[in-house]
């Protein structure tokens, strides 16, 4: 069994190699929620699709700071794409060895602005 960071680890592993992202499925739990300023998903099927629809191309991130508390983990980190750097946070509710929840935080004029 995965432990949370373990999950969180693997899920932006998985999204930030753009490649399969089907492989997700090992850690988002099928009645997943994101939620986000420019999408919501409320579930992991229809999450994966929209991401390979428009797949994750030359993106990296570095993260500033991580915590956890109990069945949350929490990133702050910078996202950086050709053309765009911007901070994000991510807040991600896990149970039952999966994510459930992520919550997705940003200043979605970065992106205006690209």
């Known amino acids: 069994m995965m432990s949370n ?8 592993e998985v999204l930030f190699s753009g490649k ?10 099928k009645n997943l929620l994101f939620e986000g300023p420019f999408a919501r998903y409320t579930s992991a099927i229809e999450y994966i ?16 700071h991580r915590f956890s508390v ?3 983990t929490c990133i702050h ?6 053309g765009l750097t911007t901070e994000m946070i991510q807040i991600f509710e896990i149970g039952n060895s999966a994510i459930k929840r992520i919550q997705l935080f940003f200043d979605p ?6």
Request: aromatic share 14%; proline share 6%; hydrophobic share 35%.
């Open 77 to 82: 980190y910078t996202f950086s794409k050709p």
């Open 5 to 12: 960071d373990d999950l969180v680890n693997r899920f932006m």
């Open 49 to 64: 699709n929209e991401l390979e629809s428009d797949p994750p191309f030359d993106w990296s991130f570095d993260i500033i």
């Open 20 to 29: 399969d992202l089907k492989r997700l499925k090992d850690v988002l739990d």
């Open 70 to 72: 109990d069945h949350q």
């Open 109 to 114: 004029e970065a992106f205006n602005a690209s």
